[in-house]
């Protein structure tokens, strides 16, 4: 193979890796979106959260990986439970700013508490073994293929959840037509709830795996506003736009790296970003996403 | 004497001043403001200085989110782009003061009015998506463009001054502060009152019903950024004087939150919005950083506990407001108002 090509595949297989871990917060995302209408900003905090609790099981308490992996998922859940009951359902019917807004709240809240207990510095979670496996000249880390691994199979698995699963079909009603749904015996209150479990949980996993890559610490929270753009270009409430959408701006992201740096150094930060805002422009309701039609 | 206020004229409805009552109470506030910095102590004066940038800003942010209903989440963005442009207009192009001020504040609404123009076709949601990814370009353009804003290492700023006046004089510069803050919101007030002002309201309450009845979507959407811009850009030409090392650190996506959340506990669509915001937002924090610093020195072991005090306190009172006073002081204010204005026959 040439040497042009072997760089751009360099750059494309570790940006499809990491977009798979972004198409992963981003089904996060969209479930939220989907069901009950709620830009959930605190996405990231909950990654974040995850990734610590996992962490300190782990290094501080010097448990089992998997055990430690099992109690996250849990501690995920109840978080979810516990953010869609205390805080949005009050919410419901009120205006987009409010809902916003509160989310916006909940990210200073759990900011603050996990500075508070686990304190400011970044911490290293090295999980998954980090030598590069040689695939034709293309070094590809092995977190990242792990990554890459655990985020497709986990795709696949949310993906005969919505088709099969007799809650994936609730969810799938209830975002189609909530009055409708609720008629035939759904209950929406329960939808709303498991679609925030699963959010938290799947952050939580995308917490853990991009923590194993650039280290725990607060900005990990950062990477729930990254998966903006990876939502608005599949479409707001698309699970398969999500998914395209995710693996799209990795690649994106990685190959700005890979070609636009030497122009503007470290341009990948933003560019995912440019990209959002042409498609806000273009197409604002991304590849996927149903378009809103107004009637007077 | 009459029971109550009766307008007879739409002039009379939309006076400024409804009564002779609210004109003395505001004249004796503008006194003791103005003799304030005779009274207390530097450090003070710093704060009121802060206060009033702030005030400048959620003016802007206001009349944007409030009364036009497009929610921003980018206004640090543009108030970084104020100051930066002040600071790089007096320090290399050594403009006097008195322009580079209203300067940055035009750089800045034609900065806003760029990512303004997405709104031609997003709202609500969308729309705040799209300041999110504005915060984010126009913090990393400031960080990256080494040779125009000193990149990481932000800038010195070089004091203006005006006259017999230099604003590295901390009382200098809270009057200067003070006069903009009153301009600033005689502006809004006057916008609000006008034309313009009732064609943000309509479109925040309903868009196609203002657009059927002759309203540009666009050119006011437009206005709105415009002039939400300007204001946040004189706030941050008056924010460099202040901090007189600027940095991009000074204008991240959570002093954008911040700006929102006063606005939010303010209530949005108030004139008052401004000022009660921010009194509640300043006063708050200078309980916490009495009760954490006091905290920390009682319990040095504890320290970081009370370092993020500050944040899980600011998040939950956001989260509070919201759920049990979505409308705001303001409208809480006017509540209370409405009550005591019949005392004691308000039956």
């Known amino acids: 193979m040439t040497g042009e090509f072997l760089y751009f595949m360099q750059f494309f297989l570790s940006g499809l890796a990491m977009g798979s871990i972004y198409a992963l917060i981003a089904l996060g995302f969209v479930l939220i979106y989907k069901s009950t209408s709620i830009l959930n900003l605190a996405q990231g905090e909950f990654l974040m959260v995850g990734a610590y609790i996992c962490l300190s099981l782990t290094i501080d308490f010097k448990l089992n990986f998997f055990v430690s992996f099992i109690i996250t998922m849990g501690a995920s859940v109840l978080l979810g439970l516990a953010v869609e009951r205390v805080v949005l359902r009050p919410l419901i019917g009120e205006p987009i700013i409010s809902v916003i807004m509160v989310t916006l709240g909940l990210t200073y809240v759990f900011r603050g508490l996990v500075i508070m207990i686990w304190g400011n510095d970044i911490r290293q979670f090295n999980i998954f073994p980090l030598e590069p496996i040689d695939f034709w000249g293309i070094k590809l880390s092995q977190l990242y293929l792990w990554s890459m691994g655990i985020s497709l199979l986990l795709l696949v698995f949310f993906a005969f959840y919505f088709k099969y699963a007799r809650t994936g079909i609730y969810m799938r009603a209830v975002a189609d037509h909530q009055t409708a749904a609720q008629s035939m015996g759904i209950s929406v209150k329960r939808v709303f709830a498991i679609s925030w479990c699963i959010a938290a949980v799947v952050s939580s996993i995308g917490g853990i795996l991009v923590g194993n890559i650039a280290g725990v610490g607060v900005d990990l929270s950062y990477i729930g506003l990254k998966v903006l753009p990876a939502v608005i270009l599949g479409g707001l409430d698309s699970i398969l736009g999500a998914i395209i959408g995710g693996l799209v701006v990795g690649v994106l992201e990685f190959l700005s790296a890979g070609y636009l740096d030497p122009y503007i150094p470290a341009i990948n930060e933003v560019f995912p970003f440019i990209v959002m805002v042409l498609v806000l422009m273009i197409k604002p309701y991304g590849l996927f996403g149903t378009e809103e039609i107004e009637r007077v | ?347």
């Not at chain 2, 006091?294 to 993020?308: Q, R």
């Not at chain 2, 009172?317 to 049990?324: A, D, E, G, T």
Request: net charge positive; aromatic share 14%.
């Open chain 2, 1 to 347: 004497m009459p029971s109550g206020v009766f307008h007879e004229s739409y002039a009379s409805d939309e006076r400024i001043f409804q009564t002779w009552f609210v004109k003395i109470w505001l004249i004796l506030l503008l006194l003791v403001m103005a003799a304030l910095p005779f009274m207390v102590s530097n450090y003070m004066i710093s704060i009121l200085i802060e206060a009033g940038i702030a005030i400048i800003a959620c003016h802007g942010l206001n009349l944007l989110t409030g009364y036009t209903g497009q929610i921003s989440l980018g206004h640090s963005a543009f108030i970084g782009v104020g100051a930066y442009a002040c600071t790089i207009l007096i320090g290399r192009a050594h403009l006097p003061f008195i322009v580079a001020l209203p300067m940055s504040g035009l750089i800045t609404a034609m900065v806003g009015m760029v990512f303004g123009i997405p709104s031609l076709r997003l709202r609500g949601l969308y729309l705040a998506i799209a300041t999110i990814a504005a915060q984010f370009i126009i913090v990393f353009t400031i960080r990256r463009w080494d040779s125009l804003t000193g990149g990481v290492d932000g800038l010195f700023v070089d004091p203006g001054t005006l006259g017999p006046f230099h604003f590295n004089d901390r009382v200098h510069l809270y009057y200067l502060t003070f006069l903009i803050v009153a301009g600033a919101t005689l502006m809004t007030k006057n916008i609000i009152r006008s034309r313009s002002g009732r064609a943000f309201v309509a479109i925040r309450d309903r868009y196609l019903a203002a657009e059927v009845i002759g309203v540009n979507l666009f050119k006011y959407r437009l206005m709105s950024f415009a002039i939400s811009s300007f204001l946040a850009g004189i706030a941050g030409a008056l924010l460099a004087q202040h901090l007189e090392v600027i940095t991009h650190e000074s204008f991240t996506i959570h002093r954008s939150v911040d700006y929102l959340a006063m606005c939010i506990i303010g209530g949005l669509g108030h004139i008052t919005c401004a000022f009660f915001g921010v009194a509640f937002w300043f006063i708050l924090e200078r309980i916490l950083e009495v009760v954490s610093t006091g905290l920390g020195s009682a319990f040095p072991d504890h320290i970081t506990w009370f370092v993020s005090l500050r944040e899980i306190v600011f998040g939950s009172v956001i989260i509070l407001f919201l759920i049990f006073e979505p409308d705001g002081l303001s409208a809480r204010w006017r509540t209370i108002r409405a009550y005591w204005k019949l005392w004691p026959f308000s039956y």
